[in-house]
């Protein structure tokens, strides 16, 4: 029991002399608890599907009355893929844990989802990010194991983590001997006790330390022995040191470097995912806004032809009209009825689109469900609008673009992790150096030398006495470990040259090639972003020019209509072109509703391609980080 004691106390002063680790990161383990934090973390919470506050707040007499402001927010909130991607930050700041520790990095999935919020697109969802991503499915969620840092190869790399052993163990064993002279007994019993316990730890400049600690009890019936029960000890020190491949922080902390270099690309992730997030859901708030228009022009499409109808009968009842004339407008009636159906079935659909994208559980719930969304905001197109330079424009898109930002920082990563590449083709140089001190200690051996016939016991005469130095138990000889009364001391080294190294070449020559590859696909970015930035200028400039000329084709429609109304009431006409002209303005009311849209989403296509759709639309990334808008809604209008 006195071994025990006296090893869990030197334990204690091991675990006092234990350097200290890197700081735990943040959310990830849980704090206080003192030596013993190490084995504690924390437990994610269960995910949350309860919609924010925001959403009931805009409820009123069963429709949600929703602005812009409010959709975008509601959209930070509440939007799934956005959720989804509030992880890959915590996965980031787990791998940057990983690796200094000195753990092989696992990668951090960077995909970005795109949702449909327009139920005309064709294109559903699409996964971008790093790497690229997979597809998407009807419902709008895109993207899949595509997206994924890829980590870097090479030599290895020592375990940062200090680690700490114990041991003991307790025996008894008889073994019987062949010659009894060196035992003095032809059956050795031996009871024996043993612990040990140590400490050893790595170091980014390829340097390992080691320092343990062994002590072995011993209790045995051979007499010869001066002393009986005994106790030897020792304690090693030994540094080993990597001074060709692995050498230097360098190479060791390259892991390290490449994990924070993940972390800044997981956050330019999320900031990805923000801005795909709320374009789409800018996007499907003008097309809502849209369809609403289009119900009403359809309507107003059906009130004339159901006047025309009324008129029509009235005149074919006195004799002045031709009863076929009833059929033409009646048929007039009916197409407009289905055209208004299919436009209210349009906007339907909106509704439930934009519902899914900005709630957590979509139409799940019977009150969202039912909910009709009424949008409070209308699109405006300026008489003027000031157009920056497109190389004004081209220069912002290069300097705000995530994605080119992850390029960039994906290439840093991979020349860091090349370092560990180049060091695997050197020869393994290692040099290693121990320090020992050993103890013994014990009590004079009382075993009684047995009287054997025809042989002098003098011979079997044990030290008288014993020497003072040795005599004691553990705490002897603990003090003679650090009085070095037994020292040792070595040095050692170790060559390994590969002959051929082919699979270090290999290793070399594809890294080379991936850095070559990524470097290429960042200039096809840049290109593509350039592309971006001047396709959707000229949208934007074909859209305004599109609206304009609607309005213009409106305005005629509507002349043409009033005047041929009045030759027709004058009987200068037929119905026919009375029919082919109100169709005619309905049309054209739709074309202009339409332009309104298309240059509505032209404009958030540039913000988007230029990088500053945040800016524009006072969006902040951090209350998109804690899913809580500060901003409360608006207010919502009376209610005739």
């Not at 040795?470 to 001391?489: C, E, K, M, S």
């Not at 240059?599 to 524009?616: F, H, N, P, S, T």
């Amino acid at each position: 029991m006195d071994c025990i004691r006296r090893g869990i106390a030197i334990i204690c002063v091991l675990l006092l002399l234990t350097p200290l680790a890197d700081a735990q990161v943040p959310g990830l383990t849980e704090s206080g608890g003192g030596w013993f934090s190490s084995y504690k973390f924390r437990e994610l919470p269960p995910i949350d599907l309860s919609n924010s506050n925001r959403l009931e707040q805009l409820l009123r007499g069963g429709n949600i009355y929703l602005s812009l402001q409010d959709a975008i927010a509601l959209a930070l909130e509440n939007n799934l893929d956005i959720a989804i991607q509030r992880y890959a930050p915590i996965n980031a700041e787990a791998s940057l844990l990983r690796a200094k520790a000195g753990g092989p990095l696992r990668g951090v999935p960077t995909s970005v989802q795109t949702v449909t919020t327009n139920i005309l697109s064709q294109v559903t969802g699409t996964g971008s990010g790093t790497g690229g991503g997979g597809g998407g499915s009807v419902s709008g969620s895109g993207g899949g194991a595509g997206g994924t840092i890829i980590t870097a190869t090479g030599t290895s790399i020592p375990n940062l983590d200090p680690s700490f052993y114990v041991a003991g163990s307790a025996a008894h064993r008889t073994n019987p001997q062949t010659n009894s002279f060196t035992t003095g007994t032809n059956s050795l019993v031996l009871s024996n006790k043993s612990f040990s316990a140590g400490i050893q730890k790595a170091f980014l400049t390829g340097t390992s330390v080691s320092l343990g600690w062994n002590n072995n009890n011993v209790k045995t019936n051979a007499f010869r022995n001066d002393y009986n029960p005994y106790t030897n000890a020792n304690l090693e020190l030994t540094i080993s040191q990597r001074l060709l491949q692995g050498f230097g922080p360098a190479v060791n902390s390259r892991n390290i470097r490449i994990a924070q270099n993940n972390r800044k690309v997981s956050d330019l992730a999320f900031k990805q995912q923000v801005i795909a997030t709320v374009s789409q859901v800018i996007a499907g708030y003008w097309d809502l806004v849209t369809f609403h228009e289009n119900v009403k022009v359809r309507r107003q499409a059906l009130e004339l032809s159901k006047k025309l109808y009324e008129d029509n009968k009235k005149q074919v009842e006195i004799g002045t009209l031709a009863p076929i004339e009833i059929v033409r407008a009646e048929a007039e009636v009916a197409s407009n009825q289905q055209a208004l159906v299919n436009a209210e079935t349009q906007l339907l659909q909106q509704e439930t689109a934009l519902k899914n994208a900005l709630s957590r559980t979509g139409v799940a719930s019977p009150t969202i469900a039912e909910a009709r969304i009424i949008p409070t905001d209308r699109i405006t197109v300026p008489e003027e609008e000031q157009i920056e330079p497109i190389q004004d424009l081209v220069a912002q898109a290069l300097e705000n673009r995530p994605e080119l930002l992850q390029s960039r920082i994906s290439i840093e990563s991979t020349r860091i992790g090349l370092k560990g590449t180049k060091s695997q083709l050197l020869p393994s140089l290692d040099i290693q150096a121990s320090f020992q001190n050993n103890a013994l200690a014990g009590q004079l051996n009382t075993v009684p030398v047995p009287n054997i016939p025809g042989i002098d016991p003098n011979q079997f005469q044990r030290g008288v006495g014993g020497d003072p130095f040795f005599i004691g138990g553990v705490g002897t000889a603990f003090r003679q470990l650090f009085r070095r009364n037994f020292p040792d001391y070595s040095i050692a080294f170790q060559l390994n040259v590969p002959l051929q190294n082919r699979a270090a070449k290999a290793d070399m020559i594809m890294d080379q090639v991936s850095l070559r590859q990524q470097e290429l696909q960042q200039q096809r970015l840049i290109n593509s972003i350039r592309m971006d930035v001047r396709n959707a200028l000229i949208a934007l400039q074909q859209a305004r020019a599109a609206y304009q000329a609607a309005v213009k084709a409106r305005e005629l429609a509507e002349q043409t209509v009033d005047a041929e109304q009045k030759k027709y009431a004058l009987g200068a006409s037929t119905i026919f072109f009375v029919i082919q002209y109100q169709r005619d303005l309905a049309q054209a009311r739709s074309q202009e509703v339409a332009a309104e849209s298309a240059y509505a989403k032209a404009k958030v296509m540039l913000d988007q391609a230029v990088g500053r759709i945040l800016e524009a639309y006072n969006i902040s990334i951090e209350e998109a980080e804690k899913g809580r808008v500060s901003r409360p809604p608006d207010p919502l209008p009376a209610i005739p």
